[in-house]
């Protein structure tokens, strides 16, 4: 008998059909490529062997109905097993919901989580929740938060939730309210910036954001909450929403966030390191939007963590 010979991956094309419409593509290929990892999703996007309708495209480009995806030949290896996780694992996940209906979860997410896995990360917020949820086959995260930041993670359980949901937030019509506690004493109640933010990668993966001409329009709106001698709390809204945008544009205003290690001042960190500021003291504590077509709005709200509360006590001494 003939020996049977291997099928040699080739190119793809395919067809976004509706579902898909409005789904970032690197999104879209972490579908179609079961198993490839995030870096090298990334990596084929920037080599531009992924086209769309025949043109290059950013990791952040959205999907429209019809477009025509050029999905490059890949050797995947064997799918890895699923993460495990430990009891204390699984109940602390759990105890994050914040709540659950047939189209959206909302969890409080933990300041240290990373909301998907990568640079050297087996899983985050993301496939652990698909491991504990296997039923939920359209588990998508609606928007990000930074690995160190605490509070209200929006995720989507229907594609056309995930659709809705990034349509609003193209509009703007998503309400993102965060607490962050600033280096210095504001005496102004109320400061607007919307200086454009331009993002670098760095060669290990990094990335790092800094106030540039040549960025993306960028507005962030502070409101003074509470004014301590050496610090002061204020509501932060996200306008748009850039990478590390309230970091830089809190920084670029001269008052950083404090227990920021990447845009901070190591001086005021180090102070409030003393008084039990032990991580970035950044909190998104509630999200707001209307489902098109209803009359109501969905507000969601994540309490403080106990340990930021306890600095702000400390700093009330």
């Not at 430990?86 to 659950?100: A, G, K, N, T, Y």
């Not at 229907?158 to 607490?179: C, F």
């Not at 050496?230 to 996200?238: R, W, Y």
Request: hydrophobic share 35%.
């Amino acid at each position: 008998m003939p020996d049977r010979q291997k099928k040699t991956p080739t190119v793809r094309m395919v067809s976004v059909e509706q579902g898909s419409e409005g789904q970032r593509i690197d999104n879209f290929l972490l579908r179609e490529l079961k198993g490839a990892p995030r870096s090298y999703i990334y990596r084929i996007l920037r080599k531009g062997e992924v086209r769309v309708n025949r043109g290059r495209v950013k990791a952040d480009y959205r999907l429209k109905l019809g477009d025509q995806v050029r999905i490059p030949p890949v050797r995947l290896a064997a799918s890895p097993a699923p993460p495990r996780f430990s009891r204390e694992q699984r109940e602390r996940l759990e105890r994050s919901i914040l709540f659950e209906d047939e189209r959206i979860m909302v969890i409080n997410k933990p300041a240290g989580m990373a909301v998907h896995g990568g640079s050297g990360l087996s899983f985050g917020v993301i496939e652990a929740l698909r491991a504990l949820r296997p039923e939920e086959r359209s588990l998508e995260l609606v928007h990000r938060l930074d690995r160190d930041t605490s509070g209200c993670l929006l995720l989507s359980k229907r594609r056309s939730a995930l659709r809705s949901l990034h349509e609003l937030m193209q509009k703007n019509l998503v309400d993102k309210r965060y607490l962050a506690l600033l280096a210095g004493s504001w005496r102004k109640g109320r400061q607007e910036v919307d200086a454009p933010l331009l993002k670098n990668t760095l060669k290990g993966g990094e990335r790092v954001v800094r106030v540039d001409a040549a960025g993306k329009p960028s507005l962030t709106r502070f409101t003074r909450v509470r004014r301590f001698k050496q610090a002061t709390l204020v509501e932060a809204e996200l306008v748009t929403g850039r990478t590390h945008q309230i970091r830089v544009h809190s920084a670029w205003l001269g008052s950083p966030i404090l227990g920021d290690t990447r845009y901070g001042d190591e001086i005021a960190n180090r102070q409030l390191r003393q008084l039990g500021l032990k991580r970035l003291f950044l909190h998104a504590h509630s999200i707001k939007f209307r489902w098109p077509g209803e009359k109501r709005d969905q507000e969601f709200k994540a309490p403080l963590p106990d340990v930021l509360e306890a600095v702000l006590n400390e700093l009330d001494k």
